[in-house]
């Protein structure tokens, strides 16, 4: 393959790879799980099961927060129980004590992170339940495809790196050429 197309494949490789926004994509997997849910909150939480200890890393909510979702998740300890919980945690909405209603189920991955997929802001029941861990299927199979995409960039930004720089193309007219010089009598 001449060199000029070698660069132009990487190139359109790396750009089609490299066009997934990861944040962007965790954004709209929170956003599509609230609508799923019929809930007016999500987000996805990072656990640590050895330390206990969780914290949120993207919520989705209305704006102003009225529900104040965000002190609630840091102020109530829900999310030390996510960190150890082992399956879906459900927690029942009460108004009187500003408990929003709270549903959490783990996103099966298997890289190293715990991840829990939640939405809040109602009551939910076990049908909430079944449909929100069949959510977290499919959004774990995105994020880790996401993460292979991201690795494949690295890896071919690698190759490309090691390719042959394009050996630059200058024509060469007839009367350029150089000729053998005439051989006369000696």
Excluded: N
Aim: aromatic share 4%; net charge positive.
């Amino acid at each position: 393959m001449p060199d000029e197309r070698v660069h132009v494949a990487m190139r359109e490789l790396i750009s089609a790879f490299s066009c997934l926004d990861r944040a962007g994509l965790t954004d709209r997997l929170a956003r599509a799980a609230a609508t799923v849910a019929r809930a007016a909150y999500a987000g996805f939480v990072r656990c640590d099961p050895l330390r206990e200890e969780a914290h949120a890393v993207h919520t989705h909510g209305p704006p102003g927060d009225p529900l104040r979702m965000r002190a609630w998740l840091a102020e109530s300890g829900v999310l030390k129980e996510l960190a150890a919980a082992d399956g879906p945690l459900c927690l029942a909405r009460d108004v009187s004590v500003g408990a929003p209603g709270f549903l959490a189920t783990p996103v099966p991955l298997t890289t190293c992170d715990h991840v829990s997929l939640w939405v809040a802001g109602r009551a939910f029941d076990t049908a909430d339940e079944h449909l929100l861990g069949r959510f977290a299927t499919a959004a774990g199979r995105a994020l880790e495809a996401a993460g292979d995409l991201e690795a494949a960039t690295r890896l071919l930004r690698g190759v490309q790196a090691f390719t042959p720089p394009r050996r630059p193309r200058v024509p060469v007219r007839p009367q350029q050429r150089i000729r053998p010089p005439a051989t006369g009598p000696d």
